[in-house]
Nanobody
Framework: QVLPVESGGGLVQAGGSLRLSCAAS????????MGWFRQAPGKEREFVAA????????YYGDSLKGRFTISRDNAKTTVYLQMNGLKPEDTAVYYC??????????????????WGPGTQVIVSS
């Protein structure tokens, strides 16, 4: 069992940057596909980015690639989401999620088994 925990959220002005982190206490994340999702008030949960367990192949939600970058540290204990050029519409709770290795369905929330509690990101205009 993996219990991801997010950190790094906060308040930032439009155009600014934030880096979110996701770690699982006492466990590595090396054998898990990892994903980031977000949910804004009154909206459905949205796929942000994912990284595969083996080759660290990355996948992004529509229109986010180029501003957001997902990565892992070399020890594969932490997954990061670097967010640049933030916009007010990026305001949401950001969730880190893990699943056992599988192919495809990177943006399908139901395929991720373990979820963190979320971290709030607020982008002011």
């Amino acid at each position: 069992q993996v219990l991801p925990v997010e950190s790094g959220g906060g308040l930032v002005q439009a155009g600014g940057s934030l880096r979110l982190s996701c770690a699982a206490s006492g466990r590595t994340l090396s054998s898990y596909d990892m994903g980031w999702f977000r949910q804004a008030p009154g909206k459905e949960r949205e796929f942000v980015a994912a990284i595969s367990w083996n080759y660290d192949t990355t996948y992004y939600g529509d229109s986010l690639k180029g501003r957001f970058t997902i990565s892992r540290d070399n020890a594969k204990t932490t997954v990061y989401l670097q967010m640049n050029g933030l916009k007010p519409e990026d305001t949401a709770v950001y969730y880190c999620a893990a699943r056992g290795a599988m192919f495809g369905g990177w943006g399908t929330a139901n395929l991720y088994v373990y979820w963190g509690p979320g971290t709030q990101v607020i982008v002011s205009s």
